[in-house]
């Protein structure tokens, strides 16, 4: 039994039981969330089986990338080494899978999150992410994914999205690992919404969340260009506007590595993209911040 799953066991059985109190009189009681005022602290394992840069990197853009949609701050604090019985934030370990069975993770989950709050004002103090050691080896090329999938429960959100294309939806697709949180699992978290921004992913891929009444992601494909993939209903239209063939947004967020820790962590643009059928091309990008 490691430090966090001792010192912690208590707290998150008690938790477990107060949450199924909770449950029964659930339009009574508040969806658990962060206070928005204070920065959330991250916590890395840093033996893991994936490489640290790829464990780091990913929890920092999992933070980033909820922070940027929920209005969450975070920052990646440490090793979870570091953290102990009076953290506050979020831990990221990976374990066995006596480990995860111990914890009573679900049946054969890649990983699992547990999350403490405060009964009486609903305030997460602490989500405790376990990720399976000896299974994530087959997923890894899906880490950036499935964690930030946890992240999301560990932001707040309890149930799952029946939308694949969500990155809250339960299976983890070895196919297509979703990167982007889409504006359905914006709305899943108990934060106003933040949906007026694209965001480019680490790999390339454009989600674009409110643009004229659709939301869309577009695959990257090389060469400043994309492939429309998916085209959703959406509310409203703050992304940007829509003339003839082609498509100005007005605020592309991407993460980047060498920002993090500064202020913002991000880069973002004014984007003019043309469409041609399936097929997007980038025509004019500019940095705004
Ligand atoms: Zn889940």
């Known amino acids: 039994m490691n430090k966090i799953e001792q010192q912690r066991k208590t707290g998150i059985l008690f938790v477990a039981l107060i949450a199924i109190l909770a449950m029964c009189i659930e339009s009574a009681h508040a969806q658990p969330k962060w206070d928005e005022s204070r920065i959330i602290d991250i916590y890395v394992h840093r033996d893991g089986p994936l490489s640290l840069y790829d ?17 969450l701050r975070t920052q990646v ?22 480990q995860m069975k111990r914890m009573k ?7 699992a999150t547990w999350v403490e709050f405060n009964l009486w004002t609903d305030d997460i103090n602490f989500a405790y992410i376990l990720i399976d050691e000896s299974k994530i080896v087959d997923f890894a090329h899906c880490f950036g994914n ?40 914006a709305r899943m978290a108990p934060y106003e919404p933040q949906l007026c921004h694209s965001e480019l992913s680490p790999v390339g891929d454009l989600y674009i969340p409110s643009i004229q009444g659709t939301s869309a992601t577009l695959s990257y494909r090389g060469g400043m260009r994309w492939q ?11 992304s940007g506007i829509i003339a003839g063939d082609s498509v100005r947004l007005y605020d592309v967020r991407t993460f980047d590595a060498w920002l993090a820790g500064e202020q913002g962590q991000r880069r973002a643009y004014n984007v003019t993209l043309r469409v041609d059928g399936e097929s997007v091309e980038l025509i004019n990008g500019e940095v705004v911040q």
């Open 228 to 238: 429309l993939d998916q085209a959703r209903e959406a509310v409203g239209g703050c």
């Open 146 to 185: 499935i964690l930030i999938h946890e992240m999301g429960h560990a932001v707040g959100i309890q149930g799952h999205s029946d939308d694949a294309a969500d990155v809250m939806h339960a299976d983890y697709d070895t196919g297509d690992c979703r990167h982007m949180i889409t504006a359905n699992d």
């Open 55 to 71: 464990t780091y990197y990913s929890a920092m853009y999992a933070g980033w990338a909820w922070g940027q949609r929920t209005g």
């Open 105 to 111: 993770a679900p049946e054969g989950a890649v990983a």
């Open 77 to 98: 604090r440490g090793s979870s080494s570091q953290a102990g019985d009076n953290t506050r934030g979020i831990v990221i370990e990976f374990g066995s899978s006596d």
